[in-house]
């Protein structure tokens, strides 16, 4: 019994996903915790500042977090130092670039962005950026070399300290938003600390740079980079183009954030997949064995297909009562938006091991390709949505509005207001299938033109990743 014990804590799959699942348990916690802590509109900022910063850091990180997940897999010890050591130093002149960028846009901009929902966000990024680059530089070196148990040590305490604190201000302290975002900092600089102590970001390697080592990197991280920029920009730009609408503004943004959080909730198991494929499809693809990569990309898409055919039916069908568990009363009326998800939760797993794929077998620019086109499917969608359509149901709502009593008019046009606004995010989240749809066209062309891969096989691999996972429990 306790040699079974063993190799389930052993087991990469399985501390990818305790990684994950944990970490998101703690991230569902602290984000209820903070729905009822703080107003609709202080909320709607909080999330508009994690979401920006999260954004951001897919920029500056998005240079080498592939590559370097990708090029490790094949290192020698020199050359894994090496690697690390450029990863490093490119991080760290990226934050700077991107702080200065920010710091400049805040003192050229100053009314505007005091005037805005992103206040905060150009308030504390320069902070943060520079708090949570070993934390963030630790997590790629660590994935790179499928430590997750070390990964899962950092992330409990990143995000399980926070929830800690978000606990205790509930029952007790009640501070403001301001105080919040202090302990949140706090949390970041020991999660750091804690990363640096170990050497598990690389800040002692960064001696051993070199110039053919950073010129590997950057020049697979020229793609990878617009790849990770594009993939985050697929959710974040819902929430940037609902937070600049002047009707929906951070409101709209509360709103939203509760069903994409659920969402964000039952992708755990695609996100674990997905980072134990990726170094194991590399190595497959640097030593030249095409079968194991066909394998493996066949077993994870499509057994986390037949996974997600269960969970997404459950969140379907109880999707007010998960809704009002998150977000309590007043957030129920973005049910019907929750259950637009549960169709995209469908699509996921095999939009994102296609994308995966892609950059296994050394063809980032055709995934920088993909995501490009399905960012730009988001944006447009997403602004004829929230700009063109908002207009169109309050035109509409005007030849109702002229036919009632004067009495009436500030019931409905209240009501007429709600009910846009719910549309209009209904709207949105419609665009998210669409795009995805269009990201899964156009990576299965790249990949059946360039490396022969076929979706029918990819359902003959969900039943065979079962089959296999029995084989191995019973063994």
């Known amino acids: 019994m306790n040699n079974v014990l063993a190799k389930i804590l052993k087991n990469k799959n399985f501390l990818s996903l305790a990684n994950n699942g944990l970490v998101a ?89 005091n005037n805005s929902g992103f206040v905060l966000f150009f308030k504390w990024f320069p902070v943060l950026a520079f708090i949570n680059l070993p934390f963030n530089n630790a997590q790629s070196v660590l994935q790179a070399k499928m430590r997750f148990d070390s990964m899962l040590v950092l992330r409990v305490i990143n995000v399980g300290g926070f929830m800690l604190f978000l606990l205790v201000n509930f029952f007790f302290l009640h501070v403001s938003l301001q105080v919040i975002i202090y302990a949140y900092l706090l949390v970041n600089i020991l999660t750091s600390i804690v990363s640096m102590i170990p050497n598990w970001d690389g800040y002692r390697y960064i ?16 793609y990878s980079t617009g790849t990770l920029i594009g993939s985050n920009l697929l959710k974040s730009a819902d929430t940037f183009i609902i937070g600049l609408s002047p009707f929906l503004g951070t409101a709209g943004v509360a709103l939203y954030s509760i069903p994409l959080k659920l969402t964000e909730i039952i992708e755990i198991p695609l996100r674990s997949y997905a980072m134990t494929a990726f170094p194991g499809m590399s190595k497959a693809s640097i030593e030249g064995n095409k079968d194991l990569v066909k394998h493996i990309f066949y077993t994870n898409a499509g057994g986390i297909t037949l ?59 055709f995934n920088f390709l993909k995501v490009v086109y399905m960012a730009t499917a988001n944006i447009i969608g997403d602004s004829l949505v929230v700009f063109a359509f908002y207009y169109v149901a309050i035109a509409t709502s005007i030849f109702t509005l002229v036919s009632l009593p004067v009495s009436n008019f500030h019931v409905l046009a209240q009501i007429t207001h709600n009910f846009s606004v719910i549309t209009t995010l209904e709207g949105v989240a419609v665009v998210t299938i669409l795009f995805t749809l269009i990201g899964i066209f156009v990576g299965y062309h790249y990949l059946r033109k360039s490396f022969d891969l076929h979706l029918r096989k990819v359902f003959q691999g969900g039943i065979l990743f079962f089959s296999e996972s029995i084989f191995r429990k019973k063994s």
């Open 307 to 365: 996974l997600m055919i269960p969970v997404m039916l459950f969140s379907f069908i109880f999707a007010k009562d998960l809704v009002y568990i998150l977000g309590g009363a007043g957030y129920e009326t973005t049910t019907g938006i929750f259950r637009i998800f549960t169709i995209y939760g469908l699509l996921l797993p095999l939009d994102r091991f296609i994308g995966v794929a892609l950059d296994s077998v050394n063809m980032p620019r």
């Open 25 to 113: 348990v703690f991230g569902f916690f602290g984000f209820l915790l903070l729905v009822r802590s703080l107003s609709t509109n202080e909320f709607g900022e909080w999330v508009l500042l994690i979401t920006t910063a999260n954004f951001l850091d897919m920029l500056r990180f998005g240079i080498t977090r592939t590559a370097i997940v990708r090029f490790l897999a094949g290192a020698d010890k020199e050359e894994a130092h090496r690697l690390i050591g450029s990863n490093y130093i490119i991080n760290l002149f990226s934050t700077l670039i991107l702080v200065l960028i920010v710091l400049a846009v805040r003192y050229f901009f100053y009314d505007a962005v």
């Open 207 to 222: 001696g051993k740079v070199t110039r053919a080592t950073n010129k590997k990197i950057l020049d697979f991280g020229k």
